[in-house]
Every structure is written in structure tokens, then in C-alpha cells.
């Protein structure tokens, strides 16, 4: 299993969460789609609670890499993806490549 870690705050500014949602849930394989939100002052903490294939956690961290940390230490995968939040994977079968080239 593949575990991706997005790390968020604020992110419904940029418009691309739905995207990336939409494409993490697309993809092909056993994934466990993790968010770590720090507080937000948009609705993006509400976007991913509502979706539930994401393992949505709430963190007091100030910066990405502490949200990535929080989100490495809470995966049960057996590898972990850091997924940037304003990026898309290729369609539907990234993840099973990454897990082939493991």
C-alpha cells in the first residue's frame, strides 16, 4: 500500500484541491490518502472531512514540513508519497508505478 500525504493550509485559494482530490481518488491500486490541515481560515478543512477517502488530520503545525512529518508518523503504508499541494500525479496509474518500481 501506498500511502500519499498531502499537506494543507488554505488551499481552496489556489482551486486545485478538488483536482487533486479528484485525482488521488482515480488513481489505480491500494492507497491510503492522508490529509494534514493546519488551521485554515477557508473551507478546506471541511472539503477534505467530507470526502471520505481521505484520513484527515488536524495539525497545530506552522510550516509543510511539519505537516508532512505529522502525516509520515500517522501512514501505515509501505511506502509514503509527499504529494505538494498544487500538483497532479499522471492519470490513474501513477501510483501503481511507483509501487512496481519498489
Known amino acids: 500500500m501506498i500511502s500519499v500525504i498531502l499537506p494543507c493550509i488554505n488551499e481552496l485559494r489556489h482551486g486545485y484541491l478538488p483536482q487533486i482530490?479528484?485525482?488521488l481518488h482515480a488513481q489505480k491500486g491500494d492507497k491510503?490518502?492522508?490529509a494534514v490541515?493546519?488551521?485554515?481560515?477557508?473551507?478546506t478543512?471541511?472539503?477534505l472531512q467530507a470526502d471520505p477517502g481521505f484520513r484527515v488530520i488536524e495539525s497545530v503545525a506552522q510550516?509543510?514540513?511539519q505537516r508532512l512529518n505529522v502525516g509520515i508518523q500517522a501512514s501505515q503504508g509501505e511506502i509514503v508519497l509527499l504529494?505538494?499541494?498544487a500538483t497532479l500525479?499522471?492519470?490513474e496509474d501513477?501510483?501503481?508505478?511507483?509501487?512496481?518500481?519498489?
Open 21 to 23: 482530490m479528484a485525482n
Open 32 to 34: 491510503e490518502l492522508i
Open 37 to 43: 490541515v493546519s488551521p485554515s481560515t477557508d473551507d
Open 45 to 47: 478543512m471541511a472539503r
Open 63 to 65: 510550516n509543510r514540513a
Open 83 to 85: 504529494h505538494h499541494p
Open 89 to 91: 500525479l499522471p492519470p
Open 94 to 102: 501513477a501510483l501503481m508505478q511507483i509501487e512496481q518500481a519498489f
